[in-house]
């Protein structure tokens, strides 16, 4: 039977915007029946950040084995999937089109709806993710506030429903993500970085080395990491690279900078708004720090903050499919042969 929008329960989700190949089967927007990931971090460790002509090819080879796991998975074929969404962008463009070549053939073979959703937006919608492990998401007013900080992004938006989502301000210049990962280069740690230097932090004095806030007074509600970045860069050639605790204690400082300022303006923004609830996603919300520092603010000035489980944070499909579900029962769907990528936000249908 043809899906029609008004009958759709199941979707499979397709996410290859950057380096995670990822497939997931998402009931109801909500209940995760099966959400795999493949990264490509081996593939790109090697030149210490994403090659997009290497991402491209991993995703061609991992996409199909990818969609045949999460329907195994999820113990279901194609026939039990009622829609297909797919990120549309923003992203790597060869990246994102793998993805999208693969949804559209789906969609058309199977003749069911296909959607392409904003990656960024998805990376919000992941707090309403449910499975066996976590069973209980947070029940969360809107409007709310959300921070989505990953390698690729660092915005604040307004959220009114799970579709109307008003971005108030972003980073002028690095992700946080990106200066993470950039600072563990320049480190010698290896990409990606922002685990790592999370993990030595945790042993280290955060107020050891003072590093510059970009607090940006006349645009609260952006960020500037560019200037952090090349101070640390500066301490390092003064300094050298540093071992054992001195190496603790700078991750601790340079990631106290980060989340400084990452709490401060988004409590901030919410309170200037009269909205209680607070969400935080992306990559970087897997971050110890961040996590804590915005729990224990937010209570102070009693607002709610709501982090999405560690591992909807990083990129997957199952936020994919679960915004999909969202755009879907509002009636949107795009259409199959005339769909295509869009690198960046400008360029999305959605
Ligand atoms: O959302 P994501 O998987 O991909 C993008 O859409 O960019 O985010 C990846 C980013 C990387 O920059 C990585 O270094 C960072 O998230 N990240 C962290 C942590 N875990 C991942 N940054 C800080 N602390 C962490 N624990
Ligand atoms: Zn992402």
Same mark, same amino acid.
């Given at each position: ?15 290859? =915007? ?15 029946? =099966? ?18 002509? #290497? ?22 074929? #194609?026939? +039990? ?68 900080? =990953? ?21 002028? +210049?690095?992700?946080?993500? $990106?200066?993470? +990962? ?5 480190? @010698?740690? @290896? ?15 955060? $107020? ?19 200037? #952090? ?26 990631? $106290? ?9 988004? #409590? ?38 709501? !982090?999405? !489980?560690?591992?909807?944070? =990083? ?31 400008? $360029?999305?249908?959605?």
């Amino acid at each position: 039977m043809k899906s029609t929008i008004a009958n759709i329960d199941v979707v499979l989700g397709l996410e290859t =915007s950057c380096d995670e190949t990822a497939a997931a089967v998402v009931r109801k927007g909500t209940q995760v029946l =099966s959400s795999i990931v493949s990264s490509q971090v081996p593939v790109h460790r090697q030149y210490g950040g994403v090659v997009p002509e #290497l991402a491209s090819r991993a995703h061609l080879e991992g996409i199909l084995p990818m969609v045949t796991m999460a329907l195994e998975r999820a113990h279901c074929t #194609l026939d +039990d999937i009622d829609a297909i969404a797919v990120t549309q962008g923003p992203g790597l463009i060869g990246a994102l089109m793998v993805g999208v070549q693969t949804a559209k053939a789906l969609a058309y073979t199977t003749q069911k709806p296909i959607i392409g959703v904003n990656h960024v937006q998805a990376h919000i919608t992941a707090i309403h993710l449910r499975d066996p492990d976590f069973p209980n998401p947070p029940e969360i007013s809107y409007p709310h506030i959300a921070l989505v900080v =990953s390698g690729g992004h660092t915005a604040i938006y307004r959220v009114d429903d799970p579709v109307s989502i008003e971005n108030l301000g972003q980073t002028l +210049d690095d992700a946080a993500g $990106e200066a993470y +990962d950039k600072v563990a280069k320049m480190m @010698g740690l @290896g990409y990606p970085g922002g685990r790592v230097i999370d993990e030595l932090a945790q042993n280290g004095n955060k $107020e050891a080395i003072e590093f510059p806030r970009a607090w940006l007074s006349n645009r609260p509600n952006d960020f500037s990491f560019s200037g #952090l970045k090349t101070s640390v860069k500066t301490h390092l050639k003064k300094y050298g690279v540093p071992e054992g605790q001195d190496l603790k204690d700078l991750c601790a400082s340079f990631q $106290e900078a980060v989340t400084h300022v990452l709490v401060k303006k988004t #409590l901030r923004a919410t309170k200037e708004l009269g909205i209680a609830d607070v969400v935080i996603a992306g990559g970087v919300a897997a971050n110890s720090r961040l996590r804590s520092r915005m729990i224990e603010r937010a209570k102070r000035q009693r607002l709610r903050v709501h !982090p999405v !489980p560690l591992r909807y944070c =990083s990129d997957n499909a199952a936020m994919i499919a679960a915004l999909g579900y969202q755009l879907l029962q509002r009636g949107r769907q795009n259409d199959v042969l005339t769909m295509d990528a869009g690198a960046k936000i400008k $360029e999305l249908d959605s």
